[in-house]
């Protein structure tokens, strides 16, 4: 089945052409990046674009405001640094996993080389370049920080031995040898079973059912639907560190690069390094405890970068975020009624409305 036209999800090839220019999205399986590739990218976007790297909520990077023939010298440069290994599958290799995976005691079992694993095989299928951009595999390590991102193929880790895959809001025991293959295979599932308008199977009526009915397989166990957000601060060997409404700067990616030798992206627009003296990232604005006023808040690229837009979303955020009431919630600014960007579960809700911001639905 061919890809419709309106799935305009961007990528790397397929660059959405945004108010400020080009905006190329990179995936990130696993969110693993190298120091080297992480400098590819800092270089990128400093001499192609507008010299920032948006985090998103998946683990990838965006970058904006590419020139006319910007997307060809990124491509090229991607491609070398291993960062786009499949020409054909670029868009749909949407894989998220527990950050922290091997890292800490919370973790039951290491899940990023079952994600490498998982984009392995998606990219060595032809037919699943079909999917759509929207598409999300999830690999939880047992803490449950990825639970609550709506992901169509989940896996979640009981023990060693045992993982509970699931397609909707019920999961089945299963192996860990036979966990990538179903996992790619309940992709294939999808595709036989959509139509043209379908974009996640939470769209697909009757979809968990039939997907499992594909696989001959029966739901045991109900799963959690809320996520343990890891917050800013030292978690074992690993210390996180939150990129203040994830765009990170030329000065921060360098200072990264030179305190790890692979940098973990968050879906909470944070990166985990190894633990380090916290000096030299504070110095350059990143947040390495969890009582800054930045942890949880995020926002929409806003104006100028975005055409429909209705404010400057960032820039109001920092000017308010500081003396801002939350109670604890996390808080995301959105420069129209779309809500770009937007965390799953609770959240202070603050929309631009043209004249002003609505929090809650109430005038700011």
């Not at 991102?149 to 192996?175: C, K, N, P, Q």
């Not at 990170?248 to 909470?268: F, Y």
Request: charged content about 25%; aromatic content about 4%.
């Amino acid at each position: 089945m061919a890809r419709t036209q309106t799935d305009r999800c961007p990528g790397v090839l397929a660059v959405h052409q945004a108010a400020d220019g080009g905006l190329a999205r990179v995936r990130v399986p696993g969110g693993v990046l190298s120091v080297q590739q992480l400098e590819v990218l800092r270089s990128a976007t400093r001499e192609l674009g507008d010299g920032r790297l948006e985090l998103t909520s998946r683990g990838n990077v965006q970058i904006r405001a590419l020139r006319p023939d910007g997307p060809r010298e990124l491509s090229d440069r991607l491609y070398a640094a291993g960062l786009l290994p499949s020409l054909t599958h670029e868009r749909v290799r949407n894989i998220l996993a527990s950050p922290l995976s091997g890292l800490d005691q919370e973790s039951r079992y290491d899940v990023l080389p079952v994600a490498a694993a998982v984009d392995r095989e998606l990219c060595a299928r032809p037919a699943l370049a079909e999917l759509p951009g929207r598409f999300l595999f999830a690999l939880d390590d047992g803490r449950g920080d990825v639970a609550g991102v709506r992901a169509d193929v989940s896996l979640r880790a009981i023990d060693d031995r045992e993982a509970l895959l699931s397609v909707g809001t019920r999961g089945v025991r299963v192996r860990w040898g036979d966990a990538v293959g179903l996992m790619v295979a309940a992709a294939e599932a999808f595709l036989a079973e959509r139509d043209a308008q379908e974009w996640r199977i939470a769209e697909l009526d009757d979809g968990e059912n039939r997907i499992l009915n594909r696989l001959a397989l029966q739901p045991t166990e109900d799963l959690p639907t809320t996520s343990t957000r890891v917050a800013a601060g030292q978690h074992g060997s690993a210390l996180v560190v939150t990129v203040p409404l994830g765009s990170l700067t030329q000065e921060q990616a360098g200072v990264l690069t030179e305190v790890a030798d692979e940098v973990r992206l968050t879906p909470w627009r944070s990166v985990v390094v190894p633990v380090v003296s916290t000096e030299e990232l504070e110095r350059v604005g990143l947040v390495t405890t969890a009582d800054s006023v930045w942890e949880g808040v995020t926002a929409c690229a806003g104006r100028p970068g975005c055409g429909k837009a209705l404010a400057d979303v960032r820039a109001d955020a920092w000017r308010v975020v500081p003396g801002m009431e939350r109670d604890g919630r996390r808080v995301h600014w959105s420069g129209c009624e779309r809500r770009c960007g937007k965390p799953a579960g609770d959240f202070v809700d603050v929309v631009a409305v043209g004249n002003g911001y609505l929090v809650d639905g109430e005038r700011m």
